[in-house]
């Protein structure tokens, strides 16, 4: 009786777990539509970051906001840094600093928060782990058992996720949860071993992958960019298939040099930049000279494609008629960023006396002719945050 018991307890649960959802992907007939940023967001804010001879940003790589302070990763050739400004964008201080000593780094390939305990943590090329606090002080350093791509913090562990082929380099695994002194054992997880090459050779293509971050279901959105799996990782291990993406012409996984791919993203189908809100899975694809995003309505399944290409835009910004809004990553929960030239966004505002007519937020677009009333091509960017609907 007690084996039966058992049995049945495995069984209900089995049935109590909702499948993994397949998302089919086809541009050549999924429907098509236009997006519009006043039916998606619930609000949209403007930053122009500060312009300061210490903190000049050629190329934003990532954003991340905690309450009044945003943090943005930025890049250049042999010139990568972290910036800390406060949520009008004035500029505080960069944190770390470029060099070969004990606590500087040559390379910043991705950083995340500890929003409890005011502490950033960034990684380098070479394995790494760089810890500092908001005041800029460096608390300590450590090599890691792994030499990840990307990274996130989420219930006191960091998630570290290889790129694609460098999985030889922690022993045929893509994921690794680490603690962040480093003083528990890592959790190591997906084993890709039977795609482990002996090494990254030359013109290797690498695949960095994407940690995409914490999501409504207290866990970890992970998902390898040369595959079609979204997973959901806990601190613990646990490892739920969500979404797999079923892109049709899909390009083929045996893609190793990077003359392969270019030869032939010319014939099959590309995804990439995937992000998850709450309600939605956002993403694009790629198909020959032809450029597509998508929605996923999570709790619907109902699937939208807007041509890109066609439109010369993104999602639409009729909200306050400044630029369309390319989705560059989440900042926080549910809340996007997308960098903006400035002189293009005041040249948009005040291109036409009719834009205040096509913006359905009236004090939002005031607020943005403000904004750019004083720009200069010689400014840092702008960052357009827009928080989705729930």
Known sequence: MKIISILLLIFLQALSKNPVV????????????????????SEVKYVKLETRPECLIPEVRKVMIDNDRIFVSTYALDDERLYMFTSDGKFIRQIGSLGRGPEEYLSMLDFTLD?????????????????????????WTRKLNCVPARITFHDNSLFLLTAW??????NGFALTISEPTGKKPDRVLLNRKYLALDGPGKNTM????????????????????????????????KVEPEYVIELAKKMPRDIVTQ??????????NVYSSIVETDQFLIFSVSAGKQSFIYFCNKLTGQLLMQNTN????????????????????????????????SMKLKNKVESSGQQDLVAKNQPAHKRLLSITGNADPNDNPVLMLVTFRQ
């Open 165 to 170: 082929p460098f999985y030889f380099y922690n």
């Open 22 to 41: 397949r998302i089919k992907v086809n541009p050549d007939t999924d429907k098509e539509t236009k997006f519009y940023l006043s039916e998606l967001a």
């Open 115 to 139: 929003r409890e305990m005011d502490i950033l943590y960034f990684i380098d090329s070479f394995g790494k782990l760089f810890v500092y606090d908001y005041n800029g002080e460096c608390r």
């Open 259 to 268: 003359f392969e791919y270019n030869d032939a993203i010319k014939k099959y």
């Open 206 to 237: 690498v695949y960095p992958n994407m940690v995409i971050g914490e999501n409504g279901s207290n866990s970890v959105s992970v998902l390898e960019e040369k595959f079609d799996t979204l997973y959901h990782v806990n601190s613990s291990g």
């Open 310 to 341: 066609q439109y010369k835009q993104f999602i639409y910004n009729d909200y306050d008629g400044g630029l369309s809004f390319k989705p560059g990553g989440l900042a926080e929960r549910n809340t996007l960023y997308s960098v903006v030239n």
